[in-house]
């Protein structure tokens, strides 16, 4: 519900034909799909263009020779920059999404709403937390940083527990190819197909674990009791801890569909909601994939608006 600062931004008939909610690879691939079949839409983003390549040191898996997310982030960032038929609104956030027959409406976090013929929604996925998984216990409260966050230079030569068996370790271990870190991963059952790629890299030293009591850290060292799957108990310690756990997605309240794990599937929505990049399922999160389901998803707007589908 709107307050009373809050105003309605009606475009004119046309004046915006899509509105782009997250501002990752899939929501700049959409509003520059868009602006090149002629749509004008509106890109929202709380913080800046592409942030989450921000955290991908090392690529091997994007076509066309990048090979450092934030390398990518710029290139993308320098180009909607020149989109002249996308308007960004750039630390806002979208806090409802509703849909109608004719149109959708869209509530900034400032209470403005914005109308259109359609809206992409490609809001991506945020970090779980240890009370976020049943397979951890860990003092009320805890928010630990990501593997990704670790800076390399401390880590050197140490020991760090990592929770989860979660891909961010394999860009860790392939952006510092000489780091003398020895990375300890926990893991449950449901990440054993993920570890694989990180198996036989002798600084990883592996954990499967049925559950995981995770005890403050006192000088700097932390302290883990392990239940392994046979039912077998041991301690382990450590220099430092991080995550792997994965992510949630995140996304607007309102008329999105989600399924039982919080995705939102884009054959499920309503017609004028298109759904794009990670958002749509824990299954296809990759950069290319962003940028395909992105580009898509623009399409799809403009055939639906010229009943071409
Ligand atoms: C550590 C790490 C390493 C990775 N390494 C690789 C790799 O090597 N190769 C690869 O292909 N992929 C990799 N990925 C995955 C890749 O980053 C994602 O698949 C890709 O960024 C997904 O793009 P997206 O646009 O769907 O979502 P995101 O990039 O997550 O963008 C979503 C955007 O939506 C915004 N947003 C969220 N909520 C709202 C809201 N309410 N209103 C408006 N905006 C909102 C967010 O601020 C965010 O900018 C990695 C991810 C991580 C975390």
Not at 193 to 207: A, C, G, N, S, T
Request: glycine letters at 10%; charged letters at 20%; proline letters at 7%.
């Amino acid at each position: 519900m709107a307050d009373t600062a809050s105003h309605t931004e009606v475009p004119a008939a046309h004046a915006t034909d899509l509105i782009v909610i997250g501002g990752g690879p899939a929501g700049c691939a959409a509003a520059r799909t868009a602006a090149s079949v002629g749509m004008r839409s509106i890109l929202v983003e709380p913080d800046r263009l592409c942030r989450s390549l921000h955290r991908i040191p090392a690529l091997d898996n994007v076509l066309g020779g990048h090979t450092s997310g934030p390398a990518l982030a710029d290139v993308i960032t320098a180009e909607l920059a020149d989109t002249e038929l996308c308007r960004q609104e750039l630390g806002r956030h979208v806090t409802e999404l509703r849909a109608a027959d004719d149109h959708v409406t869209v509530t900034l976090d400032t209470g403005t709403r914005l109308t259109a013929p359609h809206a992409v929604v490609a809001t991506g996925v945020g970090p779980l937390q240890p009370g976020d998984v049943p397979w951890i216990t860990a003092p009320g409260g805890l928010t630990l940083s990501p593997l990704w966050q670790a800076d390399p230079d401390d880590a050197e030569g140490r020991t760090l527990l990592v929770l989860g068996g979660d891909r961010p370790i394999g860009t860790f271990l392939r952006a510092h190819p000489a780091t003398g870190t020895r990375l300890l991963v926990a893991y449950p059952e449901a990440d054993t197909y993920k570890i694989e790629e990180i198996r036989d890299d002798p600084r990883v030293m592996l954990l499967p674990v049925e559950h995981l009591t995770l005890y403050a850290s006192e000088g700097g060292t932390v302290t883990a009791d392990v239940r392994n799957r046979g039912g077998g108990r041991r301690t382990v310690t450590a220099d430092a801890v991080h995550l792997s756990i994965g992510s949630a997605p995140t996304a607007p309240a309102g008329d999105l569909v989600r399924d039982a794990d919080g995705y939102s599937p884009p054959d499920r929505q309503h017609p004028r909601i298109i759904v794009a990049g990670d958002l749509r399922s824990a299954r296809y999160q990759r950069i290319m994939t962003a940028l395909g389901s992105g580009s898509e998803a623009a399409l799809r707007a403009y055939y639906a608006a010229r009943e071409l589908l």
